[in-house]
């Protein structure tokens, strides 16, 4: 979809300049090769997920239920704002769920194996975590009735958040907590990719911060530049190959 690839690439060209010149933690010579390792496997996820999706959320768009919830409102405002609200929780416990559940956290381990953060990290997926997590939002999109528009519209928000936690980016401490009133900021998100075990499974919100608060998974240190970024069992700087067996490895429990 041209809109979306047009916020893609200019989120990632800013943010690659604005962390490149504001650095939240110095950057090291391996960046340079973790960063192309993770714009290939995003390549990849596109590629592997495209057909995918356009195939089946063109489907879903245009054949979506009449009677659900979401179409039937008679303000598109509110339905707006409900439509994102119910995709972004749907992120939330998505995300929740990759962390809990072995198997999954298999695929999602792959993305939390990136020792550094940058904008590249928000790239940094298995393909079969990119392709399973649409199959039950593509369904909750159908079942509600919620529009291509709005759906669109929360994919833009969504991207440009993602990247912007996933950033090297030293966002003044003020404005980091000023907007952490409303969404997950670089500093929580930090706290997420951290090798402990008890904040790694917290601050699992995509967008808007609230999901956390409210149920329970928000936690904050005031010492971000102490955090070991990555995970435990797994110091390797995996090439594109070792990212996608690495699900299917052994792994020490
Ligand atoms: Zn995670």
Redesign the pocket.
């Known amino acids: 979809m041209p809109v979306k690839l047009v916020v893609v690439l200019t989120t990632i060209v800013s943010l690659l300049f604005l962390e490149h010149k504001f650095p939240f933690f110095p950057f090291q010579n391996s960046f340079r090769a973790r960063i192309t390792n993770n714009f290939e496997l995003g390549v990849v996820n596109s590629i592997a997920s495209s057909i995918w999706t356009i195939a089946i959320s063109g489907y879903v768009v245009n054949n979506r239920s009449p009677h659900g919830i979401i179409a039937a409102l008679p303000s598109p405002v509110i339905a707006g704002i409900l439509a994102f609200l119910i995709l972004d929780i749907y992120m939330y416990f998505w ?1 929740r769920m ?2 809990r559940l072995p198997l999954a956290w298999r695929f ?1 381990r792959v ?2 194996t990136d020792r550094s953060m940058n904008v590249s990290t928000a790239y940094r997926f298995h393909a079969i975590e990119i392709i399973s997590s649409s199959i039950p939002k593509l369904a909750l999109i159908w079942w509600l009735g919620i529009s291509g528009n709005f759906v669109l519209i929360y994919e833009l928000v969504f991207t440009v958040i993602v990247a912007l936690h996933h950033s090297n980016l030293r966002l003044p401490g003020a404005i980091d907590r000023l907007l952490a009133y409303v969404i997950l900021t670089p500093n929580y998100h930090r706290i ?1 990719h951290s090798q402990l075990v008890a904040e ?1 499974n917290s601050n ?1 919100s995509s967008v808007l911060i609230w999901w956390d608060r409210i149920f329970g998974t928000y936690h904050f240190r005031p010492d971000i530049e102490n955090i070991q970024l990555g995970v435990s069992d797994e110091v390797r700087e995996l090439n594109i190959w070792q990212s996608i067996v690495l699900p299917i490895l052994p792994v020490e429990d």
């Open positions: 995300h990759m962390h999602h993305h939390h997420h790694t699992y």
